[in-house]
């Protein structure tokens, strides 16, 4: 079943940070525009971060790296089995044959 | 006494010089010297040193002088000048990875490859210039002024290694260390003519250099010739045990199949790279194909070998490398997002919004990527492909700078961690560099010395330099 549903041609999920934090409301609930939702989602990306400050004075490079951050994840594509390793593969310390 | 005149001192390679001083025909103090003189002339309009330390460097090789005539040469290198990019530790100095957030981060002690160079009886006349923390650059937004490209000083040199491509470009110094986390010894290699190993992943420590992103990050050698590369990492190379990446191996002499020629070597070249994935500059794709030809003509057996998408390595590298350069540079994002050059700011902030499952997924398909290029090494003995798609821009060109920085071919050896050297293969008809890179198998550097070797000396390019 695992291998069936977690193939390379299953498109990419939605950004993890997006679905933990994206407001709970639409924009036809709120009366609010798209655009001030996307600015709300994009301050609480930042705040989630830890990036207040950053949000204050840089907002537009915030912006940015929550676009391309968003980019990024879809840029290649998943091991299609569920055991894939990631590398560098873990190794307990005394184990000395480099990272590799 | 000196073989050369003292006012073309600064044309001897490393390796010359290294003859040189081991007959006690060259003085150390007398070489170091001339390299000064040039840096003075050249100085202001290249940019390539953010921190000299001549007068230092000067009494390093007096010391040299003495006792390479009281009992010869430590090494090859002795009494020679190596320059260090300055996000490399040099005890007495700060390493400022050129950004106002770490002006006074003075270092105790050496970087683990700077102590084995010192220990080889090198000097180090200067800290160089690079993009901040290795990765904003370049601009102008910074305490230090931007590297220029030698071959003409209106363009950049490549980066994020500018300054000790700049340097020993320009004859300013006869080798430099650089650092490549996406290419960035190899890419100011590239752009600046000259040749740029990256080696293999954990052959060269790199404890004492600040980290851009700690799966990625190499040191790598900085040369004008093939035979002053290996040369140089000779004296570089080495297990440490205080690098948790480093590998322990037996000791290699890198030079020691220079001469080996390219008879036999079986090469794939991966045209999709430059050809259909991301589409090289008529000129720098038609000197590939010339660099092609004269490989097969001088005896090599070069064939097209098919490898994933450059695509699909970057942004494997560029999720990676923003996660780890995010994890490094937490702190000061949050509190001192305003300190950064606002390139700098817009190429670490994207780390911090990519997730844990992201990160992994893309360590997961790394190990994919390596497998694929290490299936490709059941095939051939190595591979050649582009380094940069387009000849270096201007320098004040913001916009054509951005387009065209990611447009290369090297990050799938930062994610495989494979050996890859950049020489040069060509002149745009501006007058700028064109590179290529040859790639191995992991621990094969003296097959690609000696492959690059081959190719350098058939060519010729290692004649051409910068009119300056």
Not at chain 2, 56 to 81: V, W
Not at chain 2, 411 to 420: K, S
Request: proline share 8%; charged share 25%.
């Amino acid at each position: 079943m695992w291998r069936q549903t977690w193939g390379r041609s299953r498109p990419v999920p939605p950004p993890l940070l997006l679905r933990h934090h994206a407001p709970r409301f639409r924009s036809g609930e709120t009366g609010m525009s798209s655009s001030e939702d996307e600015a709300r989602e994009a301050e609480s990306l930042a705040r989630a971060a830890g990036l207040t400050k950053a949000w204050a004075e840089h907002r537009a490079a915030v912006l940015e790296a929550i676009a391309a951050a968003r980019k990024f994840r879809d840029g290649f594509v998943r091991p299609a089995d569920p055991a894939a390793e990631p590398m560098p593969s873990y190794r307990v310390p005394g184990t000395q044959e480099g990272a590799r | 006494m000196s073989a050369a005149a003292p006012s073309d001192l600064h044309e001897l390679t490393l390796t010359e010089a290294a003859a040189l001083v081991r007959d006690k025909r060259l003085s150390p103090v007398e070489y170091l010297r001339a390299l000064r003189a040039r840096a003075a002339a050249l100085e202001p309009k290249l940019n390539a040193f953010i921190r000299p330390l001549w007068d230092e460097a000067e009494a390093a090789a007096r010391e040299a002088e003495a006792e390479i005539a009281r009992s010869g040469p430590r090494s090859p290198l002795h009494g020679l000048p190596v320059g260090l990019k300055d996000i490399i530790d040099l005890a007495g100095h700060p390493t400022t990875c050129h950004s106002k957030i770490l002006l006074d981060n003075v270092k105790q002690e050496d970087a683990a490859v700077v102590a084995r160079l010192r220990a080889a009886g090198a000097v180090f006349p200067g800290k160089l210039a690079t993009h901040e923390f290795a990765i904003g650059g370049p601009t102008f937004e910074l305490p230090f002024p931007p590297a220029r490209n030698p071959w003409n000083p209106a363009h950049h040199p490549g980066g994020s290694s500018s300054g000790s491509g700049t340097a020993v470009a320009a004859r300013m110094l006869p080798a430099a260390l650089g650092t490549d986390t996406g290419g960035s010894v190899r890419n100011p290699a590239t752009q600046c003519g000259i040749v740029g190993m990256k080696p293999t992943y954990g052959l060269v420590s790199r404890r004492g250099v600040f980290p851009l992103s700690f799966t990625l990050d190499h040191v790598g050698p900085m040369t004008r010739t093939v035979a002053d590369n290996a040369l140089l990492l000779n004296a570089m190379a080495g297990y440490d045990p205080l690098d948790p990446g480093s590998v322990e191996r037996p000791a290699e002499d890198y030079t020691r199949d220079l001469g080996g020629g390219l008879k036999g070597l079986r090469i794939g070249f991966v045209r999709h790279f430059h050809e259909t994935d991301t589409p090289a500059t008529p000129e720098v794709a038609a000197a590939l194909e010339e660099a092609a030809r004269l490989l097969a003509r001088e005896g090599a057996v070069v064939r097209d070998i098919t490898l994933p998408k450059l695509g699909e390595f970057a942004a494997v590298n560029r999720v990676i490398l923003t996660s780890e350069a995010a994890a490094v540079h937490e702190p000061w994002l949050r509190e001192r997002p305003g300190d950064y050059a606002p390139l700098t700011l817009r190429r670490l902030l994207p780390g911090m919004f990519v997730g844990g499952v992201d990160y992994v997924q893309a360590q997961r398909r790394r190990r994919e990527l390596v497998a694929a290029v290490e299936a490709a090494f059941r095939e051939v003995d190595l591979l050649l492909c582009a380094s940069s798609m387009d000849p270096a821009s201007r320098i004040d060109d913001e916009a054509e700078t951005e387009r065209t920085y990611p447009r290369q071919a090297r990050t799938p050896f930062n994610v495989t961690g494979h050996p890859a050297i950049s020489v040069m293969c060509g002149l745009s008809t501006g007058g700028l560099p064109i590179g290529m890179q040859f790639v191995g198998p992991s621990w094969s550097e003296a097959l690609l010395y000696r492959a690059a070797a081959g190719y350098e000396r058939a060519a010729g390019w290692v004649e051409r330099r910068p009119a300056l």
